[in-house]
C-alpha cells in the first residue's frame, strides 16, 4: 500500500532560497578556492557577566555520593549507536571527577547561546543526588581544520549554567571518556542502521521544515539523484506527533517515501548533473563544520536544507526561520549555490 502524504509546503519548501547567505569564512574542501570575509558574530564565549548567584562547582564537593550516569553516541558506522548506562566504581568515579575538575578550571562563560549553534550533542554526562541534577553535554565542531569541544553544563530549571570550549586532543573530551568508560555492547541502549542506497531510493537533498509553536510540524520536500521530487508530513495531525529523533531515523522514513510512494507530479529536476555535483560536494564536505547561528524570528519555525553524501549521511547546507545558519564548510558554500541555480532554473 502506498504512503498516504499530505503535501503542506511541497515544492514551496524544495525549490525557495534560505535566506541570502553573507559572506563567510569558510574551510576549503574542495580544490576550487572559496574566500570571503567572516561577519561580526557574538562570541558569547569570551563573555565575563557574572550571574547574580554564581554556579556550584562539583569539583569542591565528594562526587562519590552521587548517582552517576553517561551516555555516549557513535555515529561513524552503518548505524547510529548509543550507549547508556551508570558508572560505578572507584576508578571510573575518580575518573569522572578529574574530568569535572579540568572542565571546572577553564575560563566560561554564563549563557548556553553559543553552545546552542553547533550540531547535535555527542556525549553526556548527569550526576544526582538529593534533588539536585547536574548535566553536563558536550558537541564537537571543525573550524579551520582544527577540533574544539564545547560543553554546556546545566542544573535543575537551567540553574547553574556555564559553558566552556577547548581543542579537542583525542584523549580529553567527555566523549572519549563516555566512550572508554560505557561504549560496551551490554550498555546499547538504542541502534539504528542508515538505510542503503538503491536504484530506486537515492535521495540527494532534503528541506524539512520544522515548528513547535502551535503542536508539532515536520513537513517538507527531496530530491532523489533521477530528479524525481517526493513531499514529507511527519506533523502531529497526520502522523500522530512521534517526532523524528535522528538523522538515521529521518533517512529510513524518507527512503520509505521513495520506495513506495510516488513523485511529485511535473516537479523533477531536469538537469540532473547539478544533482551529481552536489553528491560529490557532499561526500567530501566536513559535516561538523562549524555552524554560524543568528536570531531571525520569533516562533516561524524551522526550514533547513541538507544534502545527502553516498552513505545516507546528512550536511547541513543553510537554515533559516527562527535563526539564520550558515556552515563555514567550503563544499556547503558550494552546495548552496548549485541549489540557488536549480531554484532559478525552475523559475
Known amino acids: 500500500m502506498k504512503l498516504q502524504r499530505t ?3 511541497g515544492m514551496a519548501v524544495l525549490f525557495s532560497a ?3 547567505r553573507e559572506d563567510i569564512s569558510v574551510t576549503e574542501t574542495a580544490s576550487e578556492s572559496v574566500t570571503g570575509t567572516l561577519p ?6 569570551e563573555s565575563k557577566a557574572e550571574p547574580e548567584v554564581m554556579p556550584a562547582m562539583l569539583s569542591e564537593r565528594d ?21 547508556s548506562a551508570f558508572i560505578t566504581g572507584g576508578t571510573d568515579i575518580s575518573a569522572v571527577g578529574e574530568f569535572i575538575a579540568r572542565i571546572e578550571a577553564m575560563p566560561f562563560c554564563y549563557t548556553s547561546e553559543f ?41 535543575i530549571y537551567g540553574r547553574d549554567t556555564f559553558c566552556v570550549r577547548f581543542e579537542d586532543k583525542g584523549d580529553n573530551s567527555l566523549h572519549s571518556l ?17 538505510p542503503e542506497k538503491s536504484d530506486g531510493a537515492d535521495i540527494v537533498l532534503i528541506r524539512e521544515y520544522k515548528n513547535w509553536a502551535w503542536g508539532y510540524q515536520h513537513s517538507g520536500s527531496f530530491v532523489d539523484m533521477s530528479g524525481n521530487v517526493y513531499d514529507f508530513d511527519f506533523s502531529t495531525d497526520t502522523y500522530g506527533g512521534e517526532e523524528i529523533g535522528s538523522d538515521s531515523e529521518l ?14 507530479s511535473d516537479a523533477a529536476v531536469g538537469n540532473t548533473d547539478i544533482l551529481r555535483q552536489i553528491r560529490e560536494l557532499a561526500d567530501g564536505a566536513d559535516r561538523n563544520a562549524r555552524l554560524i547561528s543568528r536570531p531571525d524570528c520569533y516562533d516561524a519555525g524551522q526550514s533547513t536544507v541538507y544534502a545527502v553524501t553516498s552513505k545516507n549521511r546528512l550536511v547541513t547546507v543553510c537554515s533559516d526561520g527562527d535563526n539564520a545558519v550558515t556552515s563555514t564548510d567550503g563544499n556547503a558554500y558550494k552546495i548552496q549555490r548549485l541549489w540557488e541555480e536549480m531554484i532559478n532554473a525552475k523559475e
Open 7 to 9: 503535501l503542506i509546503i
Open 18 to 20: 534560505c535566506t541570502p
Open 40 to 45: 561580526e558574530t557574538r562570541e558569547v564565549i
Open 63 to 83: 562526587i562519590s555520593g552521587y548517582a552517576v550516569s553517561g551516555s555516549v553516541l557513535d555515529d561513524e558506522n552503518c548505524a547510529r549507536t548509543v550507549y
Open 115 to 155: 553552545y546552542d549553534t553547533f550540531n547535535s550533542s555527542s556525549a553526556s554526562l548527569t550526576l544526582e543526588k538529593d534533588g539536585e541534577r547536574y548535566t553536563y553535554t558536550e558537541k564537537s565542531y571543525n573550524e579551520n581544520g582544527v577540533k574544539f569541544c564545547c560543553i554546556l553544563r546545566r542544573g
Open 178 to 194: 563516555m566512550g572508554r568508560l560505557i561504549a560496551k555492547e551490554e550498555n546499547v541502549s538504542e541502534r539504528e542502521k542508515y
Open 251 to 264: 533517512m529510513n522514513r524518507l527512503t520509505e517515501i521513495c520506495l513506495e510512494g510516488e513523485p511529485v
